[in-house]
């Protein structure tokens, strides 16, 4: 992988609610070198492409099931059956507490003919507009909160691991990246399962900025926060951590998450952040919701 990769962060998030598939089909449209899936279980064991364990956040839900949800007030993926799941709408991400929309500018809340679907249909959808395009598009699924899952009694890991298998992921060479937040499971995948996958470690926490030498034992890059990468701001310019380099002498790859055109925190615009990861800091790829502004970027570097 020596050229600079996209991946479409829950697919073209920035236009339509994330990971519905028109979501993934606008994506492909933009030329996005990989679309994102995060996969949760259903109760009948199908794995669902959402972002988290919980409904609540994305869609009706708590309307349509009221009883449904768990002591802590949350309504879980998993205490739904694949049909269940296909009743509720999708909508723009919100806050359950307030039913205040996250980023107030993007597709309205509420609107709209959504759904929820399951791993394999999103791949034959990707799979099938390759065949029709000529592109060759890739996945880059996560497997979500696995320890959960196997406290509930499900094998997630291994279920996701078959499909990928049955629709032909099986090798570094097959144009998918598997990812994970659990290092212990990730591990598992590479030694246990014996995946001969392209593997990413996700990081979310400094500490594990320290781990990169032990990652490099399992996997073959790494996933972090931007904000790991960046050190300090002097005289309107960047510094780095050490991350990027460290990880490069190991040979992992640096694909860190989440690049929002309208979430720029210390950036004065989208370009800015993207040359200062892209250019400075020498990353292999980002997690975005925009692929066609960096798709654009990159084509005129």
């Not at 370009?271 to 960096?294: H, Q, R, S, Y």
């Amino acid at each position: 992988m020596n050229k600079k990769i996209i991946i479409a962060h829950r697919g073209a998030s920035g236009y339509l609610p994330e990971h519905t598939l028109e979501a993934k089909s606008m994506a492909h449209l933009m030329n996005a070198d990989f679309i994102e899936q995060d996969i949760v279980l259903s109760k009948d064991d199908v794995p669902i492409v959402i972002h988290d364990i919980y409904l609540d956040d994305v869609t009706d839900i708590a309307i349509k099931f009221p009883n449904s949800k768990r002591k802590d007030n949350r309504f879980y993926v998993i205490d739904f059956t694949f049909d269940e799941l296909q009743t509720l709408q999708v909508t723009e991400r919100f806050n359950p507490a307030t039913g205040a929309q996250f980023y107030k500018n993007r597709f309205p809340k509420g609107k709209g003919n959504f759904k929820l679907h399951s791993l394999q249909e999103e791949i034959e959808l990707i799979q099938g507009l390759n065949t029709s395009t000529g592109k060759n598009i890739g996945i880059y699924p996560e497997i979500k909160e696995p320890k959960f899952h196997q406290k509930e009694g499900k094998k997630i890991t291994e279920i996701v691991l078959k499909v990928l298998s049955d629709y032909g992921y099986k090798t570094k060479k097959d144009n998918c990246i598997l990812q994970c937040f659990d290092a212990n499971e990730l591990e598992r995948v590479r030694k246990e399962l014996n995946s001969k996958l392209f593997l990413v470690q996700l990081i979310e926490f400094k500490e594990e900025t320290k781990k990169l030498k032990h990652f490099a034992t399992f996997a073959d890059g790494i996933g972090p926060w931007y904000k790991q990468i960046l050190s300090e701001k002097i005289d309107g310019k960047f510094r780095f951590t050490s991350l990027v380099s460290d990880a490069h002498k190991l040979d992992l790859t640096v694909h860190p998450y989440t690049f929002r055109a309208d979430a720029l925190d210390e950036f004065s615009s989208f370009k800015e952040m993207l040359e200062t990861f892209l250019i400075d800091a020498n990353v292999d790829g980002v997690f975005t919701d925009f692929p066609d502004l960096v798709v654009s970027f990159l084509r005129n570097m």
